[in-house]
């Protein structure tokens, strides 16, 4: 196993990481104004994609996109809110952590107000060109364990990001692909990453497609009090697991823990004008 490194970030986040970065746990112990700031600041790019956010449209404005993130966050029940955070927490989160990635999608499903019926995040490394398929999925402890409640969370990840790659509903890699068009800036990046997802949309469609070819970030979001924590070397062992499985090229496992998600909407809110 990997040397742990363990350090605050954003004042409020107490992060747990291998050296080489492929093991993630940040403990969210509150709504720090570094936070908060990092928040207020990402949340046009998250939800519109980068380049809708760089051109700086009076549609995209920070009060207008909160509002049409509140509109989009009130109507749904309680279980969708949980998710809907904790994808957003996880946007803030990996992109401030893994500075050499960036998003290629938008958090927003751009033809309904529903939620994205696609890959959660789609990223690319900006060393290598390739991109990361990245899965969020999130949750109340409960009656579980902390480490119960978070290995089946990334076990759902896992099992979701594989039945959206092998499935016959082609529609996950034609939003992909629009998601791209929409976020990226740079036509160089952005139609390399068009030529990439359209690859995969035809293998998909040929039935060629292989999950071994992919790279994947999966990510937990578990909703808990800080009696019991997750553990680092836990989620080590996790990602060794999920690695003896084969499934993936390459795998990612970053998770997140705070003690309720009402408190991020709490904070959107209040920010309102």
């Not at 529903?114 to 060393?127: G, H, L, P, T, Y």
């Not at 070819?213 to 990602?239: G, M, P, W």
Request: hydrophobic fraction near 40%.
């Amino acid at each position: 196993m990997e040397l742990p490194q363990s350090f605050t970030v954003l004042d409020s986040v107490e992060l747990h990481k291998t050296d080489d970065d492929n093991v993630f746990v940040c403990h969210v112990t509150g709504l720090s104004d570094a936070l908060q700031s990092e928040m207020r600041e990402k949340l046009v790019s998250v939800c519109l994609g980068l380049a809708k956010a760089e051109r700086n449209l009076p549609s995209s404005s920070y009060s207008r996109t909160l509002e049409e993130f509140l509109i989009r966050y009130r109507t749904k029940p309680a279980n969708t809110k949980k998710g809907m955070i904790g994808e957003f927490l996880a946007h803030i989160l990996i992109r401030h952590l893994l500075d050499n990635f960036s998003p290629v999608s938008p958090f927003f499903n751009m033809e309904e107000r529903s939620i994205k019926k696609a890959f959660d995040i789609v990223f690319r490394c900006n060393e290598t060109g390739g991109i990361w398929l990245t899965e969020v999925k999130a949750g109340n402890k409960r009656a579980q364990t902390i480490k119960q409640k978070n290995y089946n969370l990334l076990n759902l990840a896992k099992r979701s990001l594989r039945a959206q790659m092998m499935g016959d509903e082609n529609h996950v890699w034609y939003n992909a692909m629009n998601g791209a068009q929409i976020s990226i800036q740079e036509n160089s990046v952005r139609d390399e990453i068009e030529r990439i997802l359209d690859d995969y949309l035809v293998r998909a469609q040929d039935g060629v497609i292989a999950t071994e070819d992919f790279n994947v970030v999966l990510t937990s979001v578990v909703y808990a009090n800080d009696d019991e924590l997750i553990v680092l070397n836990d989620l080590e062992q996790k990602k060794i697991d999920i690695e003896n499985e084969n499934f993936f090229n390459a795998v990612i496992v970053f998770s997140i823990q705070k003690e309720t998600y009402q408190a991020v909407e709490q904070f959107l809110q209040s920010e309102v004008p």
